[in-house]
């Protein structure tokens, strides 16, 4: 398959180069490449099995690759020291199935996005959080769109709402960079295209550079800048999503077939 490649953006707030990475032998991921821009919102698309959540992974810190590096405005994130930890508190990561306590309000879950920059006096519980922080979890959920919901548990809301709550938590970390893995895949058609004109909105208003694994080509299409489509753990294509034909992206999706002897 013919790669095709744009030049990275002049100002990328994340930079990564050359990821590789191998599971029981097996080579999940090799020679990724991936620049975000402040603002702008990069759709990574793929088969199962193609690499694009081990590529995330890596980024922040949940899976050590074997080779390879990234940075946040040139802070390293790979390199295993504490400025490599700081630096990775300026990444935030929303998931599929959504890491949020359902039992507390969304107010609460909010604020957590806060705990790396809190004294532990102040994060030993909810109770303990300062009045600005739940100020500005307020605010963060009003950006959302959730400041009337936000004193429910996160367990009575909506899966759409749900996703909305990590959003505004990414926030409240005050993230530069903002990375979804299938952040809508357990959503239907609506609660999606909102959830990602949220996070659209967001990547523009914020200036988050935003890298998102979507398994929705189209949805992919109307919401991101660019499109990064990985076949069997290398890159196939990385083009202004205008650019990418159905064809090419179609490809990402074929079953190899085995030649007879």
Known sequence: METTTTPAPATAALTVRGLRKSFGGRTVLT????????????????????????????????????????????????????????????????????????????????????????????????????????????????????????????????????????LARALCQRAEVLLADEPVSALDPSAAENVMAVMTDLARTENLAVAAVLHQPELARRHADRLVGLRDGRIAFAAPTAAVTADQVSALYVVDQEVPA
Request: hydrophobic share 45%; with cysteine; glycine share 14%.
């Open 31 to 166: 020679g990724f490449d991936l620049d975000v821009a402040p603002g702008e919102v990069v759709a990574l698309l793929g088969a199962n099995g193609s690499g694009k959540s081990t590529a995330l992974k890596c980024v922040v810190g949940l899976v050590r690759p074997d080779e390879g590096r990234a940075g946040v405005h040139g802070a390293d994130l790979l390199d295993g020291t504490r400025a490599a930890a700081r630096a990775r508190t300026r990444v935030a990561m929303v998931f599929q199935q959504i890491h949020l306590v359902r039992r507390r309000s969304a107010l609460d879950n909010v604020c957590a996005g806060a705990l790396g920059r809190l004294p532990i006096t102040r994060s030993w519980s909810p109770a303990a959080f300062p009045r600005a922080l739940r100020e500005e979890a307020m605010g963060c959920l009003d950006r959302v769109g959730l400041a009337g919901r936000a004193h429910e548990r996160v367990g009575a809301l909506s899966g759409g709402q749900q996703q909305r709550v990590a």
